[in-house]
């Protein structure tokens, strides 16, 4: 079982920067990717950004050169750098783990942008 906390939410105006994290626990050693979705009120979640257990990432086309994700070198807390931030982003972040067959998900954590 693994359990994802995220934190780094909030409101930011158009232009800003924020960084979400999300702290990974208990059989982290079986992860394979962690990644970042979001989700707006009404429409589908959709996938954001991924990181493999190696480093490797890869992002939605629409958020790639704003976007950054990142781990640290525990690999047990994965980081959304988001910069640009562009009311269109507003939405519930979610952090998502694969293991195997088994697919976990922290709470979501709100990032609004508005001036």
């Known amino acids: 079982q693994v359990q994802l906390v995220e934190s780094g939410g909030g409101s930011v105006q158009p232009g800003g920067s924020l960084r979400l994290s999300c702290t990974a626990s208990?059989?982290?050693?079986?992860?394979?990717?962690m990644a970042w979705y979001r989700q707006v009120p009404g429409k589908q979640r959709e996938w954001a950004a991924g990181?493999?257990?190696?480093?490797?990432?890869n992002y939605a086309a629409s958020l790639k050169g704003r976007f950054t994700i990142s781990t640290n070198n525990a690999k047990d807390t994965v980081y959304l750098q988001m910069n640009s931030l562009q009311p269109n982003d507003t939405a519930v972040y979610f952090c998502?783990?694969?293991?195997?067959?088994?697919?976990?998900w922290g709470q979501g954590i709100q990032v609004t942008v508005s001036s």
């Open positions: 998502n783990a694969v293991a195997g067959f088994d697919y976990y």
């Open positions: 208990g059989t982290i050693s079986s992860l394979a990717t």
């Open positions: 990181i493999t257990r190696y480093g490797t990432p």
